[in-house]
Nanobody, 116 residues
Framework: QVQLVESGGGLVQPGGSLRLSCAAS????????MGWYRQAPGKQRELVAT???????NYADSVKGRFTISSNNAKNRMYLQMNSLKPEDTAVYYC??????????WGQGTQVIVSS
């Protein structure tokens, strides 16, 4: 199995930046894709960005040009650099890993609040 732990959330003013981290452990060599998702109060969880083991990335239209997803070669760390944050980016952010032969893994989430 894969275990995931997010960190880096917090309170930031509009226009500010945050960097989220996701630490993976367990069967990390089985991971072939990872992603960030978010869930705002009263809304469904939505995709923010994904990255494959080959480095291909995908972003939600709402964050393109502002957020950058990355990971290290060891596949045990994933990051989300968030710039030009807006109040509508307020949500709990979750990391997810997809691994061969295993169920999808989710972290416990980290809260991001964008407010003045």
């Amino acid at each position: 199995q894969v275990q995931l732990v997010e960190s880096g959330g917090g309170l930031v003013q509009p226009g500010g930046s945050l960097r989220l981290s996701c630490a993976a452990s367990g069967s990390i060599f089985s991971i072939y894709a990872m992603g960030w998702y978010r869930q705002a109060p009263g809304k469904q969880r939505e995709l923010v960005a994904t990255i494959t083991s080959g480095g291909s990335t995908n972003y939600a239209d709402s964050v393109k040009g502002r957020f950058t997803i990355s990971s290290n070669n060891a596949k045990n760390r994933m990051y989300l650099q968030m710039n030009s944050l807006k109040p509508e980016d307020t949500a709990v952010y979750y990391c997810k890993a997809r691994a061969y032969g295993l169920n999808d893994a989710w972290g416990q989430g980290t809260q991001v609040i964008v407010s003045s």
